[in-house]
């Protein structure tokens, strides 16, 4: 049976640092005698073994980068790690790839994130649990946001101004003449998409315009009840949806009922992946240039690898936000 101690248990229970359980294990000589005996003996305990990649985590010199991704079934996930890869070969990093959107098991995935020996991480969920992030805060290495924000300056976080693009595309859709104008969200909170809503808000407001906000599920099945439920008591000139899915699955079913697109309703949505040229109409999009973000976030990743030798948080800098330009792509389902 394969062994089920992490690192992180160890951690734990000795009440130290997970780069002090790997210097125990890499460079014992390093680690205080009173410290280094009673990691061992909770080691022993616990039956821990840790494999080659384990022991190398103090010295971190494995010139790899770890990947941390919720799932790789959204569209813009492939391309962003594309703009990655070609970054990180410039750089002569290999990367690795970890894939867990159960927030019940996010222990146990940083605990291998961790294990592994990476260098640096680069972490695309913008879902942050509370435990998530206190683990995070425990991370040993380098850590930026791809596409995601973190909730304090300790982290670099690589993305659009989405608050600012979506006070802009409103404010637009609003000099064109549109009123009853829709944000379509998700029923999960993620930092960029109140982003996106808060910008939405702010534009609306400022025209005494109503607000008008639906919460919905990426899921289709549970999209489209969610979207026929709203559109069979009204139908807005205008929906924005945080997602190319939800904003072409709200379109069709628009359709189905009869609501012409784009005479009757505007659609349009945010990250302009392959299934927005796809559609009919084509969807009109805010493009995220994702390739971008994830070859910048790479690039910025290796600076702070470079600067920060132990990159304890306690001496963590703050860094602002890099911010990649955008632009909105207009096509047939506006007028």
């Known amino acids: 049976m394969m062994n089920q101690v992490k690192i992180y248990d160890i951690a734990g229970a000795a009440g130290v640092s997970l780069a002090t359980v790997s210097r125990v294990l890499n460079h014992p000589e390093k680690v205080k005698e009173s410290t280094r005996a009673r990691v061992l003996k909770i080691i022993k305990e616990k039956g ?30 492939a391309e962003m790690i594309q703009g990655i890869d070609d970054s990180a070969k410039k750089y002569g990093y290999t990367l690795r790839l970890f894939i867990g959107a159960d927030t019940e098991l996010q222990r146990d995935l940083w605990g291998d994130v961790i294990a592994s020996s990476v260098d640096g991480i680069l972490f695309m969920n913008d879902e ?40 802009e595309i409103t404010k637009e859709m609003i000099r064109r003449g549109n009123k009853k104008i ?57 929906a924005m949806a945080v997602r190319d899915s939800m904003a072409i699955s709200f379109m069709n079913i628009a359709m189905k009922k009869g609501h012409r697109v784009p005479d009757v309703l505007q659609v349009i949505g945010f990250q302009n992946t392959r299934y927005a040229v796809l559609s009919n109409p084509k969807l009109t999009c805010v493009e995220i240039p994702i390739y971008e973000i994830g070859n910048k976030a790479m690039s910025f990743l290796t600076e702070l690898m470079k600067q920060n030798g132990d990159n304890s948080q306690k001496d963590k800098k703050d860094h602002p936000n890099l911010y990649v330009p955008y632009q909105v792509i207009w096509r047939e389902s506006t007028k």
């Open 128 to 167: 942050m649990t509370p435990e998530t992030f206190d683990l995070l805060q425990k991370t040993p290495v380098p850590v930026v946001f791809v596409n995601a924000i973190s909730q304090t300056t300790q982290y670099a976080s690589v993305l659009i101004e989405y608050e600012k693009c979506a006070y």
């Open 48 to 77: 821990y073994k840790p494999n080659a990649n384990a022991r190398g985590l103090a010295s971190r010199r494995s010139t790899t980068v770890a990947i941390v991704v919720p799932r790789i079934t959204r569209a813009s996930v």
């Open 182 to 238: 829709l944000f379509i969200s998700t029923e999960h909170k993620y930092a960029v998409n109140d982003l996106k809503q808060k910008g939405y808000e702010k534009a609306m407001r400022e025209h005494d315009l109503p607000v008008d906000i639906i919460y919905s599920s990426g899921d289709l099945s549970i999209n489209e009840k969610d979207f026929n439920e709203y559109l069979d008591k009204r139908v807005p000139e205008v």
